[in-house]
């Protein structure tokens, strides 16, 4: 089945203790991205990937870091979480020449 | 860069009725332009989209219009169910920046 997953899907810590947050995808894409979903603030890109070892800046992604080792996989790194990076984060992605973005189910994270 | 403003926020209506929601966007070569929903606590998934060479699109009850000239677009659904109830979010993006930015979500409540 194409998928996209994430984990944990559920967090709660505390602030300063670094956390990853992982993303896979099964379906070949090229393009991946982070987004967080605040009330009232529809979903924001934190940063995105358009193939391996190629990543750059959304437009939140202060606090937050990425990396793409493999194409399937695009992990979230919080080095030092603060209580303002409580939000629910999707992973995305898209295939190269296809407009279409599948999400993955979504983290909750509460940083306390 | 890209801003989508989103209008309503929130919105009920009758079943059977129909629903607009309405999109602005601010960049005039934002070239794509999705709609998705979202159930509660359920990843946003896509419904329709548009193109900027089309100026509507109609599947089964859902349409999207756009108007280039003004820079906006709408969905439009058509004898609405209770299973219609979700937020629903808009979205433009433009080749070079291959990232869509989102507008903030309307919350569309279908009365029995």
Redesign the interface.
């Known amino acids: 089945e194409a998928q996209v997953t994430q984990n944990p899907r559920y967090l709660i810590t505390v602030t300063g203790k670094k956390l990853t947050v992982t993303c896979s995808q099964n379906m070949n894409h090229e393009?991946m991205?982070w987004?967080r979903q605040d009330p009232?603030?529809?979903?924001?890109?934190i940063y995105?990937s358009?193939n391996v070892e190629v990543t750059d800046k959304?437009?939140v992604p202060e606090g937050y870091k990425v990396s793409r080792k493999e194409k399937r996989n695009f992990p979230l790194i919080l080095e030092s979480p603060s209580p303002n990076q409580t939000s629910l984060y999707?992973c995305a992605s898209r295939g190269s020449g296809h407009?279409?973005?599948f999400?993955?189910?979504?983290t909750r994270l509460t940083v306390l | 860069g890209e801003n989508v403003e989103q209008h309503p926020s929130t919105l009920s209506v009758q079943e059977g009725d129909s629903a607009v929601i309405k999109c602005t966007y601010s960049d005039s070569a934002s070239n794509y332009f999705p709609w998705y929903k979202q159930e509660l606590g359920k990843r946003p998934q896509l419904i329709i989209d548009i193109r900027s060479n089309v100026g509507e699109k109609k599947d089964q009850r859902i349409a999207v219009t756009l108007n280039k000239t003004a820079k906006h677009f709408s969905l439009h659904i058509t004898e609405t169910q209770p299973e219609d109830s979700a937020v629903y979010f808009c979205a433009a993006r433009y080749t070079g920046r291959r990232a869509l930015t989102f507008g903030s979500g309307t919350r569309l409540q279908v009365q029995p």
Request: without cysteine.
């Open positions: 393009y991205s987004y009232g603030l529809g979903l924001r890109q995105y358009m959304g437009d999707f407009n279409e973005q999400f993955g189910p979504g």
